[in-house]
């Protein structure tokens, strides 16, 4: 096992164990909420269903999380530039973190970490047929009957397997942008997958999370968006938008 395999696995294994204890004090909140709202015990919350967009979103996001850090800690390898080495440990840290929610929260409902016989992004395509008004977002990638996937890239604004090894090959002005291309790429297709739970998810702890990665990733953007034109490049046109 390499030293960056062990890296990711500890942030995400820890990023699961704190989960855990986090949405199981955000459960019990939200249960003394409700009664207190109703002035009544309130019933246990409805566990989500395997095929929802809940579980759904959880599934597909910690997937494409766990590609941002691994994409950060290559390029944390592959330059010496602190601003960047900084900024995706910045990443990589937030990330790991949230995907260590999701699969907390899978873990919870008893839900599979992995959907059989389902393509991904299969439950955005299901809201949109249900009829849910995705705020303009029906002509995203991925939204009409799954995302194709290819050469690695499972769902929108993923880096293919091509990419990946380009990225490991490269080093100094060359990693920094490549990275910079790949990852304003990768939060492009994020936020429209957080914009889609925050929709149409029904566990309000998950649409609240949705609804900060929309807001912490756009902020990310721009700083991505800062560092390219510092650097006299820019990002992709055409990718996961």
């Given at each position: 096992?390499?030293?960056?395999?062990?890296?990711?696995?500890?942030?995400?294994?820890?990023a699961v164990a704190l989960a855990l204890l986090f949405a199981g004090a955000a459960?019990?909140?939200?249960?003394?909420?409700?009664?207190?709202?109703?002035?009544?015990?309130?019933?246990?919350?409805?566990?989500?269903?395997?095929?929802?967009?809940?579980?759904?979103?959880?599934?597909?996001?910690?997937?494409?999380?766990?590609?941002?850090?691994?994409?950060?800690?290559?390029?944390?390898?592959?330059?010496?530039?602190?601003?960047?080495?900084?900024?995706?440990?910045?990443?990589?840290?937030?990330?790991?973190?949230?995907?260590?929610?999701?699969?907390?929260?899978?873990?919870?409902?008893?839900?599979?970490?992995?959907?059989?016989?389902?393509?991904?992004?299969?439950?955005?395509?299901?809201?949109?047929?249900?009829?849910?008004?995705?705020?303009?977002?029906?002509?995203?990638?991925?939204?009409?009957?799954g995302y194709e996937a290819h050469d690695g890239s499972l769902m929108p604004g993923?880096?293919?397997?091509?990419?990946?090894?380009?990225?490991?090959?490269?080093?100094?002005?060359?990693?920094?942008?490549?990275?910079?291309?790949?990852?304003?790429?990768?939060?492009?297709?994020?936020?429209?997958?957080?914009?889609?739970?925050?929709?149409?998810?029904?566990?309000?702890?998950?649409?609240?999370?949705?609804?900060?990665?929309?807001?912490?990733?756009?902020?990310?953007?721009e700083a991505m968006a800062g560092m390219l034109a510092e650097r006299g490049a820019?990002?992709?046109?055409?990718?996961?938008?």
């Amino acid at each position: 096992m390499t030293e960056r395999t062990r890296r990711i696995r500890w942030a995400a294994g820890s990023a699961v164990a704190l989960a855990l204890l986090f949405a199981g004090a955000a459960t019990v909140a939200s249960a003394r909420d409700d009664g207190a709202d109703h002035h009544a015990a309130a019933p246990a919350a409805q566990t989500p269903a395997a095929d929802s967009a809940d579980a759904g979103f959880a599934r597909d996001m910690a997937v494409h999380h766990q590609q941002a850090v691994e994409m950060s800690f290559i390029v944390r390898d592959r330059t010496q530039d602190e601003d960047v080495r900084r900024f995706a440990y910045d990443i990589a840290n937030t990330q790991a973190n949230q995907r260590g929610m999701l699969l907390g929260w899978l873990d919870l409902w008893e839900l599979p970490k992995a959907a059989v016989g389902q393509e991904p992004m299969a439950w955005m395509a299901a809201g949109q047929h249900a009829g849910h008004d995705m705020d303009g977002m029906s002509g995203m990638p991925g939204m009409d009957g799954g995302y194709e996937a290819h050469d690695g890239s499972l769902m929108p604004g993923m880096a293919t397997r091509t990419e990946l090894g380009q990225l490991r090959r490269a080093s100094g002005r060359q990693a920094e942008v490549l990275y910079l291309q790949l990852m304003t790429d990768h939060h492009k297709g994020g936020i429209d997958m957080a914009r889609g739970c925050a929709d149409l998810c029904t566990v309000k702890a998950e649409k609240r999370l949705a609804r900060g990665m929309v807001e912490g990733q756009q902020s990310e953007l721009e700083a991505m968006a800062g560092m390219l034109a510092e650097r006299g490049a820019a990002p992709r046109p055409g990718k996961a938008s």
